[in-house]
């Protein structure tokens, strides 16, 4: 167990650094220069076998008035990637690119060696940063969510502009500065942009390669985010070769 540990920290390691926020009060890094083992590594221990969770597509108008008479109650047909109807009875098994649109799930930090290992490659590259270290950044849990574009077409953004509901203040607000990681797996290159207010017009647009770790915390943690492009064909993706 202690050599898999071993091999994990040497496995999982990042090239550098970048402050995002140079102009301002530094409050949003990026780890950048995750290796493909690496990321294959934490793939595979956020994805593990027993994992529960949630996944789907999008209902139509029809579905969502059965929902409001049955709510959980009820059995549902949505819409999933490329206008396919998916509708799961029993137990089926498939890859993740066909269990729609997008999907998420939780575990503890303690059961996952490969992230423990990712939060100390964090601290590594960036050891004069009290954002990861103790007791300023001590992750308990880790959040698990994906998306497939599935045919759509980003106008704007993906999903919208969202503030970071997680904080312990209301919307817009400093309050909660507690360090948060972003890591980004998959096979696509993701621009996400990052705003004080959704009435502003101007983003800080970030491009994310496949193993890149955003790091937000002070007052960047009030700011909102959105998803502004996923871009599969990508030089700096991994095309085809994602677990």
Not at 37 to 44: C, S
Not at 219 to 228: F, H
Request: aromatic content about 8%; some cysteine; proline content about 4%.
């Amino acid at each position: 167990m202690l050599g898999a540990q071993h091999d994990l920290r040497h496995m999982i390691t990042f090239q550098r650094c970048e402050d995002l926020d140079p102009e301002g009060d530094h409050e949003l890094l990026c780890f950048r220069g995750l290796g493909f083992e690496a990321q294959d590594a934490l793939f595979h221990s956020i994805f593990s076998a027993g994992a529960e969770g949630e996944c789907g597509g999008l209902m139509t108008q029809e579905e969502r008035a059965r929902w409001k008479e049955l709510g959980q109650r009820g059995e549902y047909t949505v819409e999933s990637c490329f206008g396919r109807k998916w509708h799961v009875e029993g137990e089926e098994v498939m890859p993740l690119a066909d269990m729609g649109f997008h999907g998420r799930h939780h575990l503890a930090l303690q059961d996952s060696e490969a992230c423990k290992a990712l939060v100390e490659a964090m601290r590594t590259a960036a050891p004069k940063c009290s954002a990861t270290t103790p007791p300023e950044f001590q992750p308990e849990y880790v959040a698990v969510s994906y998306e497939n574009l599935g045919g759509r077409m980003i106008k704007g953004t993906l999903c919208g502009t969202a503030y970071d509901d997680d904080r312990c203040s209301r919307r817009g607000e400093v309050g909660d500065g507690t360090p948060k990681a972003f890591l980004f797996l998959g096979r696509a290159a993701v621009t996400v942009g990052f705003k004080y207010d959704k009435s502003d017009r101007q983003w800080l647009k970030v491009r994310m390669a496949p193993g890149d770790c955003l790091l937000r915390f002070g007052s960047a943690r009030a700011w909102c985010m959105g998803v502004l492009k996923i871009d599969g064909t990508a030089p700096e993706g991994r095309g085809d070769h994602n677990p």
